[in-house]
């Protein structure tokens, strides 16, 4: 590979029937990098995400990832080519018990030892769903939801993992402990974007941030530094 | 295990009941449980679609349409050609396989209700085709003598004989839905069901699996016409009506989605109950919608819950 950039957006565009919900939008991940897109509802965090992974058409713009183009492909394609989304509001098979869920994740995998290994790994960072494993998804609490949803995405071993508010809907200390899970799936070694509308957690635990506001990138920054800017301290993390 | 041992000798026992059964019941129940039996088969194969990968489908009657008058055609003096039955029986299923990967290209990117009103405008069309299609289909004056099965000299003409060959039919059936519930097609299928969108992220090629739970499903259908047109001898349009998709669906929201055991007593209540309310006459109809009634009421989910499709190592 030529350099260290992962995954490189250009000027991508994306809109729902004449309603624009991202202009011109580009940016870049480093190998390994933990990166955090902010921004408040309907800015269009979520729908980078699935342009990223093919759930929805680009207009406009490109998107590469370790060199290849990935623009406009089938999702499927996008997570055998090593991008795995947790999706917003987590969608899990709710009538599948955990391992069921978790094997679902594996679909793409061609070796059966590899996936039991690395649902030990998922086991590891979630020593709550190996409690649970044969217990019915939907019956999960809010917080163990979000963890199937982070361990399945896991099971398709990604190189570049997407997550779309993981903390939503769920309470603080929760929130604490899945950003602290983030934090671990990276330092293993898979790169993270990261959507937030918690916009103090996700500057916290990530390297570098873009906010986005009304489809566009309007800052983009160390994340360390953007928490010290007073005029976004004042209208995103509600600190005077 | 002894749970395990107690089912194989419930299943067998089961077996050589339905093995001996029309030795008891004569031929007019033979016939009757005949009829049921193909339901059955469109059951499994509706079964495919609606139950395993989630695609309500109101047309399927469409496949066991194509599946009698592909025999029908090519094994009757109609056209003058006389394929033995164990060419044209496969032909008929790949035919209707065809059809319905040709049915799934238009509507893979509809869900739902769509879908459902999709799939039953395509089961009409094949009917009217039939109908109107005169030079071809004969129209709706309909197909004559067609030829039944011949084996090495003998002839299945018997009702009780057909009682087997539908019987033989439905294991063949059971045997495949097994298989490929449990296959990587199944679990693709089960994702699809639960969710599309999460399917799609767990890098599961939805076109692909779409057009292969129509084809799929459809292959059934095609073995249950094939079979219908030859124990019957003479097949019409009308014999391929929508109340026959509505039938097979009520079979699978009476027994219970994904599930074989449900498809089976759906089929018996639904086809071989108003037979046996025909003492009631007039009121047969009446009396069976009133059982319909009761059965939504009470068991909303129908008989039985679905197997488990996921064979998976539990550690």
Redesign the interface.
Known sequence: MKDMTQLTIEGLSISYGGIKALRSVSLEIKRDELVSIIGANGAGKSSLLKGI???VRCERGKILFQGKDITNR???LI??AGI??V?EGR??????TV??NL???A??RSS?EEA?EDMEGVFSLFPRLKERK?QVAGTLSGGEQQMLAIG??LM?RPRLLLLDEPSMGLAPILVEHIFTTIKRIHAEGTGILLVEQNAFAALEISHRTYILQTGSIVMEGKSKEILERDDVRRAYLDIR | MESEYKKRLFYGLVFLGLILLPQFVGNYWSHILGDVGLYVMLGIGLNVVVGLAGLLDLGYVAFFGVGAYSYALLASPHFHIHIPFLVLVPLCILIAMILGALLGLPVLRMRGDYLAIVTLGFGEIIRIFLNNLDPVTNGPKGLLRIDPFRIFGFTIDEPVEWYYTILLGILLSTFFYKRIMDSKIGRAWMAMREDQTAAELMGIDLLRYKLLAFSIGASFGGLGGAIFAARQGSIFPENFSLIVSINVLCILILGGMGSIRGVILGAFVLVGLPELLREFEQFRMLLFGLLLIIVTIFKPTGFFRPEKGLKIVND
């Open positions: 992974s093919g759930l089938p999702p499927h997570v055998k795995s989304q999706p969608r899990i098979f709710s009538r599948l391992l069921e094997w679902m994740g679909y793409t059966k039991i044969d399945r995405a398709g």
